[in-house]
Structures are given as structure tokens and as C-alpha cells.
């Protein structure tokens, strides 16, 4: 250890702080008992216990303590950093410490709440934290962030419902936005949806919408686009595009991403053999134009999910299956319609629908999954064979039109997630950085979703979530410039061999390999010095990184380091 670590473990003022969380912490763990276990420890000159350390009266508690005994180290054990950390931050800021000379230990999630039945063990565990943090808080240094300049303005990508209504909204709130839309026309998937249950038109709506978009100052549109390359980061993102055959570079400081979705074609059901077999989607365009022929109509749920290559549910089928059926009674109250289902999923108060359809003489048969329906076409007729769940037998349907409720696909989402350097899930949609806390949000900063890129979703829910996408685009468009974190890798040029593993490694594309060039001089033999040598280092750019330290642990020689958790740092077990 270093003569100054040993001098700043000498000196340092530190003041702990518990919190109870409510009952959430202190039914569980004593915490009164907590904070007076904190004080035995060498320069811990202060500890108290809160009933609410992140309430109003408790921040300020915190400050109050700060000032009055002079500390300059913090450690707070409460809740878990994802929603707390930044707070407790800001309230040291303001008090004239360094933010990064704090830590917080998450006594609620590892103690309290992972040993709800066993206090002792939720005691003592938060003992050892305590003593952990505070061993490594005296060896904290202050870090100070790098702040960068914002190109006011957004990239939206897609021109569907999601987009437009993502760009409108940011539009309105006086910020610049490009849309670009792979497609010769805006509108995306809706432009093919005529209906919906309840009242509105989705036309209409569409229609008014574009047209508010193509007349906005604000909103420039790029359509039959093909995204050549995205580079850069939060506040400063450079993306080349081609359209009708030119290539144009967009700037932007946010990006939100609206790529909408599909519908699954099938290879189930003898679909494409025969024009009497169609999607729901089909149907529906049937409908509008009137061309729906017969008296019976069958429908089946589930065609390409819920299976082993698409263990998901498409979530939406259900509901278009019912809307349809609805819309055929209305046109037809004398329509035979039966749904052939393993299970109907109508979310919320669409329930009332699937009620509807019933009253009005919608069918209803439920079939195992591990007998699916079986579809023949004899002598130009249409029959579907089933086995009926509630009357345990088969039951043979002759119809005029089947109609498959096929899956719900993610666009081609493959080639754009590497470009912006963002997850996918398992099924291919984009994957948000976290379903509670960050929904709209990917990991990389500055990048949003909306739509049906993020999973299946009904028009009013699009519309909701690409408004809260503008929303959180707009917290950054607003600054002038942006804080990078502080707690970001660093290399020792010195140590490094170049080997990229680190480079390979990071998922932020925040290391890059140069050239160093030494020069030697051969004073014996000529006088003018030459390069021998070049060396390959790896650097880190700041802006990129996100202090994950997933770089440290491969490189070979130990030339990396992460700020805030230096091995010292961490290593430093205090034990009283």
C-alpha cells in the first residue's frame, strides 16, 4: 500500500448512517444496534440511525452531520444504489464533499430482505458490510467528471405510430428530430390496421398524424433509408445514412429507436396453399374491402408461438382475434365464428370483449397444445379437426375461411442492435435496461425505445410509451452539456502490451488500439535520431466507458485499473 493510502487511513473523518427503510430494514435488523457497532471503528467519529435516510428530514440529517463534524468520508447502509446511490450523491455534493467519497451499502436487498427469517444471520451479514465499507471508504479518492457539449437534437428510427409520435412530441417541446423510415412510406404497421376495439380509427388518427409530422419546423423526414453506420455517444451521436441513393450524416445527442414489428407468415395449417387460408391481418383487410365470403369462419390461436421455437406469446392475437370476430358479427349477426384456442389472453378491461363476443354468439373451443388442430382440404372443401378439451372428444368443423392468429415477429433487429451497441432479447426484440426502473432506457446512455420494438403492444400503448421515450430524451436535450461518470477504467501505457483483449472484451466500444511511436537514437553512428520501435497501447475514451470493469479482469499484465475500486480498495478487508 501506498505512503499516501497509509496517510489518508490516519487522517480520515468518516460518518456512518442506517436507515431503517420503515419496517422494510428495521423489522428485520436492528439498526439502532447497527449504527452503535459502526462507532467502535478507528476514525468513525459519528453514526446515527434514520427512520428514512432518503426522506427530506433525513438528507438533511446528513448534512447537518457533515457540517457540524466536519466528516470527509460517508458511509450510508440502506437500499440498493440503482435507485438510491445518485441521491445520497447530490446530498454530498451539496454539503462539500466529493460525491465519490461515499459508499452505500445495500443492507435492505442483501440482508433484511435475503434474510427475512433469519435476523442473526441478517445482523451479522450487515456487520461485515459495515466493517467492509468502511475499511474501503478511507482509501477513496475525489473523482471528478468530464462534462460534454449536447447536439440539441433527436434521431428517431422508424416511421411508424411509435416514431411519429416520439418525434411530434419532441417537436412540440422545441427540440430538432429526424425521423428515418426504411420504408418508401411513414406509418409503419398501422397503415394495414382499419379497427380497433372500442371506439377511434385508426386511419384517421394515422392520417392527422403524419400530417402534423411532415408540417412541423422541427421534424425532418428520411425515408427508404438504409443505415449505413452509428457512432459516437450520449450527447454527441453521428449516424450515416443512405436514401434514394444519397449518403448524408445525421447528428443527433439522443437516439430513439422505433423499429415497430411484423406479422409471422406461417408454414402452419397448409397456409399459401389456398386463398381461403389467411393471417388475421389479412382478414381484416377482407373485411374493409367487404370480400368475406361463406357462413362459417374458423379462426386458430397461437400459429408460430408458444412453441419450441417461440416459446413467447405473441400477446395481441387474442385481441385481434376477437376484434375481427366482432366486426364480422356486426357486418354478419348471422356469421358462424368459432376461435379455436388453447387458452384466450385479453389484458385488462378488453376481458369485456371477449364477453361481448360470446353474448353475441362467438364460439369458443379449447384445444390441447399437444393435440393441435389438424386443417384438410377435400374435394374443395375446408375442414378443421380438433379435439375439444370440455367435451373430451374430437370434433370436425367444415368452414369457408380460416383465419391463423400467426406470431407477432421483431423487425430484422440483428444488424442495428451491433451499429448502436445495444442488447436484443432472446425472441429478437430490443431489450430495455430495466423492465421496473428503466423502461424506455437501454444500458448504453442516450439511447431510448419505444413500440413494438420492445415486445408486442396495442396502438395506445405505443402511443403512451414512445410519449414517455420523448420525455426522457428531453432530460437530456434540455442540458447544455452532460456529466460523464467519473468511475471509469484507466490504463497504465507503461504496463500495457497492447493485446486487445480488453478492447475485445468491452461491450461499450470504449477501448480503441493505437500506435506509440519511440524513438531511438544511435549517437555513435548518425546524429539524426530514428524511430525504432513501435509500441500497440490500448486507451480508454472516457465518454464511452460506463465503469462496468469488465476490461480489468482479462488483461494479462494488470494495466488496468477502474477508479472507485482500485484493488486497494477493494482488497482492504478491515477487521476489528
Same mark, same amino acid.
Given at each position: ?100 467519497? &461515499? %459508499? ?16 442473526? !444471520? ?20 475525489? /473523482? ?21 409520435? %416520439?418525434?411530434? *412530441? ?9 425521423? /428515418? ?35 412541423? !419546423?422541427? /421534424? ?8 449505413? #453506420?452509428?457512432?459516437? &455517444? ?90 375481427? %370476430? ?54 374443395? @372443401? ?23 392468429? *400467426? ?10 442492435? !451491433? ?9 429478437? &426484440? ?5 423492465? @421496473? ?53 484507466? /490504463? ?22 493505437? #500506435? ?20 500497440? !497501447? ?28 482500485? &484493488? ?9
Amino acid at each position: 500500500m501506498s505512503n499516501k493510502e497509509e496517510n489518508k487511513e490516519e487522517s480520515v473523518r468518516i460518518g456512518t448512517f442506517i436507515c431503517l427503510c420503515g419496517s422494510k430494514i428495521g423489522s428485520v435488523i436492528d439498526c439502532k444496534l447497527l449504527a452503535d457497532f459502526a462507532k467502535t471503528f478507528p476514525d468513525v467519529i459519528y453514526s446515527e440511525d434514520n427512520l428514512f435516510a432518503c426522506s427530506e428530514s433525513g438528507l438533511a440529517s446528513i448534512k447537518n452531520a457533515i457540517e457540524k463534524y466536519n466528516l470527509e468520508r460517508v458511509v450510508i447502509a440502506a437500499c440498493t444504489p440503482s435507485t438510491h446511490e445518485s441521491l445520497f450523491q447530490n446530498t454530498i455534493r451539496e454539503s462539500g464533499i466529493n460525491p465519490y467519497l &461515499f %459508499a452505500l451499502v445495500n443492507i435492505r436487498d442483501q440482508c433484511a430482505w435475503a434474510h427475512m427469517s433469519e435476523p442473526e !444471520k441478517a445482523m451479522e451479514k450487515a456487520k461485515e458490510l459495515i466493517a467492509l465499507n468502511v475499511s474501503r471508504v478511507k482509501l477513496l479518492e475525489p /473523482i471528478y467528471e468530464t462534462t460534454v457539449d449536447i447536439c440539441h437534437s433527436a434521431l428517431v428510427i422508424g416511421g411508424g405510430i411509435a416514431g411519429l409520435t %416520439a418525434a411530434l *412530441s419532441l417537436g412540440n417541446q422545441g427540440f430538432n428530430s429526424c425521423i /428515418i423510415e426504411r420504408e418508401k412510406e411513414l406509418g409503419g404497421l398501422v397503415r394495414k390496421i382499419h379497427y380497433i376495439l372500442g371506439t377511434g380509427d385508426p386511419q384517421e388518427y394515422l392520417k392527422s398524424l403524419i400530417e402534423q409530422v411532415k408540417n412541423h !419546423k422541427r /421534424i425532418k423526414i428520411f425515408t427508404n433509408v438504409k443505415i449505413e #453506420e452509428i457512432n459516437g &455517444f450520449i450527447g454527441n451521436f453521428s449516424t450515416l445514412i443512405k436514401y434514394n441513393g444519397r449518403k448524408k450524416e445525421l447528428e443527433s445527442g439522443v437516439i430513439i429507436v422505433a423499429t415497430g414489428g411484423r406479422e409471422y407468415k406461417p408454414r402452419e395449417f397448409l397456409y399459401g396453399t389456398d386463398e381461403r387460408i389467411i393471417t388475421q391481418l389479412e382478414l381484416e383487410q377482407k373485411i374493409v374491402a367487404d370480400q368475406v365470403k361463406g357462413q362459417t369462419i374458423a379462426m386458430i390461436q397461437c400459429v408460430g408461438s408458444r412453441n419450441e421455437e417461440r416459446p413467447n406469446c405473441s400477446r395481441i392475437c387474442c385481441v385481434e382475434a376477437i376484434k375481427n %370476430a366482432l366486426k364480422l358479427k356486426e357486418k354478419n349477426p348471422r356469421l358462424n365464428v368459432c376461435i379455436l384456442n388453447r387458452d384466450i389472453h385479453t389484458y385488462g378491461f378488453k376481458e369485456d370483449y371477449y364477453n361481448e363476443a360470446r353474448e353475441k354468439g362467438v364460439i369458443f373451443i379449447q384445444f390441447d397444445e399437444n393435440f393441435e388442430p389438424i386443417v384438410n382440404i377435400k374435394t374443395n @372443401k375446408l375442414t378443421i379437426t380438433v379435439k375439444d378439451v370440455l367435451l373430451n372428444e374430437r370434433v370436425t368443423l367444415k368452414t369457408d375461411l380460416i383465419a391463423l392468429s *400467426s406470431a407477432f415477429l421483431p423487425s430484422e433487429n440483428m444488424e442495428l442492435s !451491433k451499429m448502436l451497441k445495444v442488447p436484443l432479447d432472446k425472441n429478437g &426484440f430490443f431489450l430495455e435496461a430495466h423492465v @421496473k426502473l428503466r423502461p424506455l432506457d437501454f444500458a448504453t446512455s442516450g439511447i431510448f425505445l419505444c413500440g413494438a420494438a420492445q415486445w408486442p403492444k396495442f396502438i395506445d400503448e405505443t402511443i403512451s410509451q414512445a410519449l414517455g421515450a420523448a420525455s426522457r430524451a428531453g432530460t437530456i436535450l434540455s442540458k447544455e452539456k452532460i456529466n460523464i461518470v467519473g468511475s471509469v477504467a484507466e /490504463i497504465d501505457e507503461d504496463m500495457c502490451i497492447g493485446c486487445g483483449n480488453c478492447r475485445d472484451l468491452c461491450a461499450y466500444n470504449a477501448i480503441e488500439i493505437g #500506435e506509440r511511436q519511440s524513438e531511438y537514437k544511435a549517437e555513435d553512428i548518425i546524429q539524426e535520431p530514428i524511430v525504432e520501435l513501435t509500441w500497440y !497501447k490500448s486507451k480508454v475514451l472516457q465518454a464511452f466507458c460506463k465503469g462496468c470493469g469488465a476490461c480489468i479482469d482479462v488483461c494479462p499484465v494488470g494495466a488496468l485499473s477502474l477508479k472507485h475500486f482500485t &484493488f486497494q480498495q477493494i482488497s482492504n478487508n478491515f477487521t476489528k
